[in-house]
């Protein structure tokens, strides 16, 4: 007899909570394959292909494209083993109810695989079967790991959910868009108009969702009725300017509909909440906006408020002359042709005078073990850089960045970089960073003080590189000066040793020659 196992939303990583179903990859009824991807989902930070842990025929699947789950709630249910009967095939198990005998996992990200209740379908067994999962009592399940991602918890079986009054009423529930706002009934809208969804982006869902509108009411102007991120900024517009249409409006002509309005329903426009205007005697008085804090603006303040709740920080900071270490990269990169490859960047050759002076000062390579009390000194650099993005800010790692040169350095960057703003860096590219060097000076600033990206010890910051006066042996002149910073963790070092660290990344831009007697 066949198992039905849930598989539910494992953790992807840097303390996100939820994430998005952009794609489905499976059907109810396919056969699937340990470890093969089931779902792509994004995150706050990143799209991500899901595997499944187990091996057998997909019974049900949980949330539709641009559905939000949070981490622990189920995607699918998979019947794994054979059933007895083998007469059938893989498609009756896409009868299978999600509520026929699934297990569920007690605790963790994901059901348990170790043992489970039976139930389900033989067809599904048969099915299984054909993918070549083991029979009934030998069921195999992933030993993978993404965070938190096991199969191995004991199995406790699922309550059925009842139906809401709201469901058997046939009325679905509608919010005004604000927060703890009560829930309202309107009649459910005919399934020709509630259908599918032509809408590809996730973007362009995520803008959607958080100014209140409905995609199913907006007509696209894509190919075949494509909605487009121009059609939801338009309908943004007309709501806002119909707002303050209605906020504009005497008090006299509200006064004489008051009574048609009281008798008579009128239609809703979707509308945007925080510029709901609230009627104050003769003019309107525009609502504060409440912007949810979540997704990657929520996960960058809970990592930002940890690191200052937690970091005895410092910062010190420097001029320096870069007029040298410009010149260096323009002889670099007119040197080779046109074979020779990728530019070498500003941020490259910053980054690999950061490998170079943490191997001179490797107590800001470290983390701290607060209950142990012990400083953590990491063998390896793995450095992030901080990318600015269409999805907001994010950090990839480079791995093992001590042991690469300027070129490795910078075409690992480049892809990094890529990958980033097509929100396709994976969790792994994502985390485990041992240091951060934050170019803000593409901002056009010269200064700040970073904040350390938790639970590194250390970030250095560099700002805009200007034309400036500098005296230069002896004489005044105009040189190229940059501003670099050093945010550190004052419980692994003190200010000699960040001030020693910073000095000799400003000697080494100053003069680059310097950076060469350590290589």
């Known amino acids: ?41 994004e995150t706050a930070k990143a799209m991500v292909e899901v595997p499944c842990p187990y091996g057998g025929v997909v019974t049900a699947r949980f949330g539709e494209e641009g559905a939000e789950l949070p981490v622990g709630a189920p995607l699918l249910t998979v019947a794994v083993g054979s059933g007895e009967d083998g007469g059938t095939g893989a498609s009756a198990g896409a009868g299978t109810s999600a509520e026929s005998g699934r297990a569920v996992g007690a605790e963790g990200s994901l059901g348990g695989a170790g043992t489970a209740g039976s139930g389900g379908s033989s067809g599904a067994g048969a099915g299984a079967r054909a993918a070549g999962v083991p029979g009934a009592g030998e069921a195999e399940s992933s030993g993978n ?13 699922r309550r059925r959910v009842r139906p809401s ?13 604000s927060a703890g706002a009560a829930p309202v009934a309107r009649a459910a809208v005919p399934d020709v108009e509630r259908g599918p969804v032509a809408v590809v982006s996730p973007l362009v869902r995520k803008l959607a969702r958080q100014h209140g509108l409905d995609l199913r009411r907006l007509v696209g102007s894509g190919p075949e009725g494509l909605i487009l991120r121009a059609d939801v900024e338009s309908a943004i517009r007309a709501s806002e300017q119909g707002a303050q249409a209605r906020a504009a409006a005497p008090d006299s002509a509200a006064t004489g509909t008051a009574a048609q ?62 007029t040298e270490l410009m010149a260096a990269r323009a002889a670099m990169n007119s040197t080779g042709g046109p074979a020779a490859g990728p530019k070498v960047s500003v941020l490259a050759l910053l980054a690999r005078i950061c490998t170079a002076a943490l191997a001179r000062f490797p107590e800001l390579n470290s983390t701290v073990d607060p209950e142990a009390r012990e400083i953590v000194r990491l063998p390896e650099v793995h450095l992030g850089f901080a990318a600015q993005t269409d999805r907001g800010l994010v950090v990839p790692v480079i791995r093992d960045a001590q042991a ?9 960057m480049g892809r990094l970089t890529e990958a980033a703003r097509a929100g396709r860096l994976t969790p792994a590219e994502l985390t485990g960073g041992t240091f951060t060097l934050n170019n803000y000076g593409v901002f056009g600033v010269d200064g700040s003080t970073p904040i350390i990206n938790h639970p590194e010890a250390a970030m250095l910051g560099v700002g805009r590189i200007v034309s400036k006066p500098w005296v230069h042996q002896g004489e005044l002149a105009v040189r190229q000066v940059v501003q670099l910073s050093l945010t550190f963790d004052h419980r692994v070092c003190d200010g000699g040793t960040a001030g020693g660290f910073l000095r000799y990344v400003a000697d080494c831009v100053e003069q680059p020659a310097v950076l060469l007697r350590t290589l």
């Not at 990859?25 to 089931?38: F, K, M, R, T």
């Not at 790991?145 to 079986?157: D, E, I, K, M, S």
């Not at 046939?170 to 919010?175: A, D, L």
Request: proline share 7%; charged share 25%; hydrophobic share 45%.
């Open 145 to 157: 790991v993404l965070v938190g991602y096991g199969t191995g918890a004991p199995v406790a079986r």
């Open 261 to 322: 309005s009281a008798a008579v329903p009128q239609p809703v426009a979707p509308s945007v909440a925080s510029m709901r205007p609230v009627s104050v005697g003769r003019g309107a008085v525009p609502v504060a906006e409440r912007i949810p804090l979540r997704g990657v603006r929520g996960a960058v303040a809970d990592k930002l408020a940890r690191s200052r709740r937690e970091i005895p920080d410092a910062t010190c900071w420097v001029d320096a002359d870069a």
């Open 1 to 41: 007899m066949a198992q039905v196992l849930e598989f539910r939303l494992p953790d992807l990583g840097e303390g996100l909570t939820e994430a998005e179903i952009v794609r489905w990859l499976v059907e109810v009824g396919d056969v699937v394959a340990i470890d093969q991807p089931v779902v792509e989902v």
């Open 404 to 412: 690469r040169n300027v070129e490795s350095i910078g075409a690992e």
């Open 165 to 177: 009054a709201w469901a058997v009423a046939g009325v679905e529930r509608e919010t005004t868009g």
